[in-house]
């Protein structure tokens, strides 16, 4: 049995509009029924399965020394030189420019 436009987008979470754009552009296996589109349960899975699973980007460590550099910027936000003070409420100038 064919899959319509809205039970694809259901299954695999993904917006109509962009199932019609994909079918258009010829991104997802699919087929033109009389004008409709219609896609195969199993064409489909053997499109998912093609991709390769994302994998997170591997972050380099940090160079040795950088933590004091890091620590000069973080001190002063912990102790609030960034932020106004718990409760505080900011009143804007007189001139309105601020």
């Not at 109509?16 to 754009?21: E, K, N």
């Not at 933590?67 to 973080?74: F, G, S, T």
Request: one cysteine or more; a positive charge; proline letters at 13%.
């Amino acid at each position: 049995m064919l899959l319509t436009i809205k039970d694809l987008g259901r299954q695999l979470n993904i917006k109509p509009s962009t199932l019609y754009l994909w079918a258009a552009q010829g991104k997802i296996p699919c087929q033109k029924i009389h004008g409709l589109i219609r896609f195969d349960p199993e064409a489909i899975a053997d499109w998912l399965r093609s991709f390769n699973p994302r994998q997170a980007p591997t972050i380099p460590p940090l160079p040795r020394g950088s933590a004091p550099k890091l620590d000069r910027i973080v001190e002063p936000a912990k102790r609030g030189d960034y932020t106004p003070g718990h409760g505080e409420t900011i009143t804007p100038s007189p001139t309105r420019k601020e």
